[in-house]
């Protein structure tokens, strides 16, 4: 994976406008040669980016890109920290490494991640620009066990976030996807440290699709959709901070609350609630009609005879269909 130098991210901020940009008017901005463009462009497609290459008219990128703003997001976020990476390994690792220094709300965002983790441990698929990539530090007093159905609450933060910005019609998976029309649109993560009896500390990992290039399109293994799909993405810098905003107050109600004040919440946008599932849980599977969530996020499954069967971890997928 290439990274992302001073030079190649002002070749960047060059073609962002998605017009054709000549090798020669290119090499003069950044006083290198046309064959350097060149090597740097290619650099910028090991990266995610989709770019052009049209003889006699130069280089562009395929759709015009919005970069992701240090200056705007400390501004808007203050005086919570909003730490830009634009190429990283992960957000949530680089958070988990930054814990001793951080505040309750602090965010890391990013517009590449070269080692983003996805479900059971399978690679984040992570092109430049094309996600809303993002972690958040969160600490709750109460301890461990305090962190129950958190997944949950941030899933629904995130859509209302998402609904705040004009984008409805984004649904939940149990315990930690957002779906659009039946295919994932975002993963959470959640990774916590801490001790017996102390405080239990909180990394927040979240990868929303907004609109992925052709070519890393063929790379997911998975029905998968993208935020562009219900409208134009005019401004992605807002989208980080409606989702920042919306995370902070959900966690501060959760803090006071628990899971049991979104419960209504959840089963409104749940995908899955009333549909036939199955359970599985590593070799076990158990079938059944999900039902929603109860009153400490766990997941509810009616099975034939009318017994209720509460789950607290698992995967969950589709009756009769390949899992999801």
């Not at 989208?239 to 899971?259: D, K, P, T, Y």
């Not at 899955?272 to 766990?298: S, T, Y």
Request: charged share 20%; with cysteine; glycine share 12%.
């Amino acid at each position: 994976m290439s990274e992302l130098t001073p030079l190649r991210e002002t070749l960047l901020r060059l073609l962002a406008d998605g017009q054709f940009h000549s090798g020669e008017q290119l090499g003069e901005r950044l006083s290198v040669s046309r064959a350097a463009v060149g090597k740097h462009v290619q650099a910028l497609k090991a990266l995610g980016l989709d770019v052009y290459s049209v003889s006699g008219k130069g280089y562009r990128l395929a759709v015009p890109l919005q970069l992701l703003e240090q200056r705007r997001l400390n501004e808007a976020l203050a005086p919570n920290r909003a730490e830009l990476v634009p190429v990283i390994g992960s957000t949530n690792q680089h958070w988990l490494d930054s814990l001793s220094r951080l505040e309750k709300g602090d965010i890391c965002v990013a517009e590449c991640q070269t080692a983003g983790r996805g479900r059971r441990g399978r690679q984040w698929i992570s092109p430049f620009g094309g996600q809303l990539i993002m972690s958040m530090y969160w600490r709750l007093e109460q301890g461990m066990a305090a962190a129950m159905g958190l997944s949950l609450v941030v899933g629904i933060a995130v859509v209302e976030a998402l609904e705040a910005q004009g984008f409805a019609g984004v649904q939940l998976k149990w315990p930690n996807d957002l779906y659009l029309n039946g295919r994932k649109l975002a993963g959470i993560l959640v990774e916590m440290s801490g001790t017996a009896g102390g405080p239990c500390q909180l990394v927040i990992g979240m990868g929303l699709n907004l609109l992925l290039p052709r070519t890393e399109q063929e790379r997911i293994d998975q029905p998968w959709a993208e935020l562009v799909e219900l409208g134009n993405i005019e401004d992605r810098n807002g989208l980080v901070i409606a989702v920042a905003e919306h995370l902070q107050r959900s966690l501060l109600l959760f803090e006071r609350e628990g899971i049991a004040a979104f419960r209504g919440q959840w089963n409104r946008l749940d995908y899955f609630n009333g549909k036939a599932v199955r359970v599985l849980m590593g070799e076990q599977q158990v079938q059944g009609m999900a039902r929603g969530i109860d009153a400490q996020g766990a997941l509810l499954l009616e099975l034939e005879n009318g017994e209720i069967k509460r789950f607290l971890g698992g995967e969950i997928s589709l009756r009769g269909e390949t899992q999801l």
